[in-house]
């Protein structure tokens, strides 16, 4: 017996119809997406987000930490294809987005920052080629 994944992450929000509104139209995340772009379908995709398989950190940051807020709980953090061109969609969006070049090397790949109307962190990662 092992677990296969991450099943799900759930967070409370002030206005959940809202903000899964925004994640779904703003990052195409959530209940009815896949990361192909095409309706999820099948059975349960009014809950089914249907990713794409790859490497996932699981990891525990120190209470004082400053890689995110302080009063903030949890970092999501994403895997993308091209961090480039979704930080110049998010960008034509309005979207604030911060990088550093300290955050980015060649083992672990790219990262930009982002948050979410609720003022929630949103990391993007573009993995190296070779994960």
């Known amino acids: ?3 296969l994944g991450i099943g799900g992450l759930f967070f409370r929000a002030r206005d959940p119809d809202a903000l ?18 095409a309706p999820a379908g099948g059975a349960g995709d009014e809950w089914y987000w249907m990713t ?8 525990q940051f120190a209470a004082d930490s400053d890689y995110f807020a302080a009063d903030k709980a949890f970092l999501l953090n994403l895997r993308v294809s091209d961090l480039a ?13 911060e990088t550093r070049a300290e955050w980015d090397s060649p083992e672990t790949g790219r990262f930009a920052r982002i948050h979410d109307p609720e003022g929630n962190p949103v990391e993007l990662w573009e993995p190296p080629a070779d994960r």
Request: glycine share 20%.
């Open 1 to 3: 017996m092992t677990v």
């Open 20 to 37: 899964g509104t925004w994640y779904r139209e703003t990052l195409g995340i959530g209940a009815g997406c896949s990361a192909d772009g």
């Open 52 to 59: 794409r398989g790859g490497p996932v950190v699981f990891a």
């Open 85 to 97: 061109r979704m930080c110049e969609r998010l960008a034509a969006l309005g979207v604030a987005i």
